[in-house]
C-alpha cells in the first residue's frame, strides 16, 4: 500500500524541516514592528529630554549672564548688604574666640582659700554680656533645644535613623554576598578602626571635671552664705520654683529659669544706674531700720538689766536681814560658851542646868510638858523633894 501523493499546500510529516506559516509570519512582524515602536518612543523621550535640559541649561545660563543678575550677584556680593554680612560673621568669630579664650582660672579665690575653676571666668563673661553676639547664640541656641525636646519626637528619630542605616548596610551586605560573591558594606570596611586619641579624652575628661567642680563649688557658696546677695536670690528662686512647679511643666520651669538668667545680668546692665540707686535706698533703709532696732534693743535691755539688779539688791537685803532676825535670839547663849577648850578640861554642869524626869504617869487631859511638870509630884519646884 502507498502513500497518498502529498495535496498542494501541504508538507510531508518525515521531512527534516518546518516552513513557517503566514500566520506565525505575520505574528513576528507584528511583535518586531511593536518593539522598534517602544525602541522609536525612547528615544523620542531621550531626545525630548536632552532638549528639554538643553533648554534649561541656556535658559539659566541666559538668566545668569543677564545685565540685572550680574548686577544684583554684584551688590550681594560686593554692596553693602555683603560687607555688613561680612563684618558681622568677623565680629561673631572673634567673640567666639574670646568666650573660648576666656576660660581661665581666676584669680580671686573662694572664702575658704581654695582656687575656683575655669568655668567660672567664662560663665562670668557669658552671662555678662561682654560678648553680645556669642550670649545671643547661646541663648537661642538653648531656648530651640527647650522647644525640640517638648515638640520634636527627637529619641523616636534617633532610632529610626538608626535601624535604618543598620538596616540598608546589612542588606547590601547579603545582596552582594549572593549577587556578586561579596558584600558590600564590607568592602567599604576602613583597614584601622577609628578610636579616641588618649590626650584627647584626657582633656575631655578635665573639662568635664572642671565643669562638675563649678556646680559644686558654687553650690557650696550659695548655702554658706559667701555672698548673701546670692544666697537670697538662690532662696527666691527655689521658693517660686516650688509654687510654680504645680502649675507650669518642667519644660516651661526649664524656659522662664533660662530666660531669667540670661536675661538678668542684661535688664540690670542696662538700667545699671537706676538700679543701684534703688538698690541703695534700700539698703539705706534697712540699715537705718536696723540701727534704730538695736539701739531700741539697747535701751530696753540696760532698762530691764537695772531693773533686775535693783529686784536683786532689794531681794538681798531682805534675806540678810530675815537671816539675822532668825540667828539671833539662838545665838545668845551661846555668847558665854568657851570659844576653846584645853585638852582633858570639859564644861562644868550641875543638876540644875538639867529638867528634872518625871517620876509618875501622866495627868490625863494634860498635853503640855510645862503642865504636866507642874503637875507631877514636884509640884512645879526646880529641886524635886527628897
Known amino acids: 500500500m502507498t502513500d497518498a501523493p502529498p495535496q498542494l499546500g501541504q508538507i510531508p510529516q518525515s521531512s527534516g524541516f518546518s516552513v513557517p506559516t503566514l500566520s506565525s509570519t505575520m505574528d513576528s512582524n507584528t511583535s518586531n514592528g511593536n518593539l522598534q515602536n517602544a525602541k522609536d518612543n525612547i528615544y523620542n523621550s531621550q531626545a525630548t529630554v536632552l532638549t528639554c535640559i538643553t533648554d534649561a541649561q541656556s535658559a539659566a545660563n ?3 549672564n543677564h545685565p540685572a543678575t550680574q548686577s544684583v550677584k554684584d551688590t550681594l556680593s560686593d554692596g553693602p548688604v555683603a560687607d555688613m554680612a561680612k563684618d558681622q560673621h568677623a565680629k561673631t568669630t572673634s567673640e567666639f574666640s574670646n568666650l573660648v579664650n576666656s576660660r581661665t582660672a ?4 573662694a572664702a575658704t582659700g581654695q582656687p575656683l575653676t575655669h568655668y ?8 555678662s554680656w561682654e560678648n553680645p553676639r556669642a550670649t545671643t547664640l547661646s541663648f537661642i541656641s538653648i531656648i530651640l533645644f527647650i522647644f525640640a525636646a517638648r515638640y520634636l519626637p527627637a529619641l523616636r528619630w534617633s532610632f529610626k535613623a538608626l535601624y535604618m542605616v543598620l538596616g540598608v548596610t546589612a542588606a547590601a551586605e547579603v545582596a552582594g554576598k549572593l549577587v556578586l560573591s561579596q ?3 564590607s568592602s ?6 577609628y578610636t579616641i586619641p588618649r590626650e584627647t579624652l584626657e582633656a575631655c575628661l578635665e573639662d568635664v571635671e572642671q565643669l562638675i567642680n563649678f556646680f559644686v563649688i558654687e553650690f557650696q557658696r550659695v548655702l554658706f552664705a559667701e555672698n548673701v546677695t546670692h544666697t537670697i536670690a538662690a532662696f527666691t528662686a527655689a521658693f517660686l520654683s516650688y509654687w510654680l512647679i504645680k502649675i507650669l511643666p518642667l519644660w516651661g520651669l526649664t524656659l522662664i529659669g533660662v530666660s531669667c538668667v540670661y536675661l538678668g545680668p542684661l535688664i540690670y546692665m542696662t538700667n545699671k544706674e537706676l538700679i543701684d540707686e534703688h538698690l541703695k535706698n534700700a539698703s539705706d533703709a534697712v540699715n537705718n531700720q ?3 532696732v538695736r539701739d531700741l534693743a539697747g ?6 538689766s537695772e531693773t533686775v539688779k535693783a529686784y536683786a539688791g532689794d531681794y538681798t537685803s531682805k534675806a540678810q536681814e530675815y537671816i539675822g532676825n532668825t540667828r539671833g535670839p539662838s545665838s545668845k547663849p551661846m555668847a558665854n560658851a568657851p570659844v576653846k577648850s584645853e585638852p582633858g578640861s570639859g564644861p562644868n554642869y550641875s543638876s540644875s542646868d538639867f529638867p528634872h524626869a518625871p517620876k509618875q504617869e501622866p495627868t490625863a487631859g494634860v498635853t503640855s510638858h510645862q503642865e504636866q511638870y507642874e503637875k507631877s509630884q514636884f509640884g512645879g519646884q526646880a529641886v524635886p523633894a527628897s
Do not use: D, I, M, W
Not at 567660672?120 to 552671662?127: I, K
Open 62 to 64: 541666559t538668566v545668569q
Open 188 to 193: 567599604f570596611r576602613p583597614k584601622k578602626y
Open 183 to 185: 558584600g558590600l558594606t
Open 290 to 292: 536696723t540701727n534704730q
Open 120 to 127: 567660672h571666668s567664662f560663665f562670668y563673661n557669658l552671662l
Open 299 to 304: 535701751h530696753h535691755t540696760a532698762r530691764a
Open 106 to 109: 581666676p584669680e580671686k579665690a
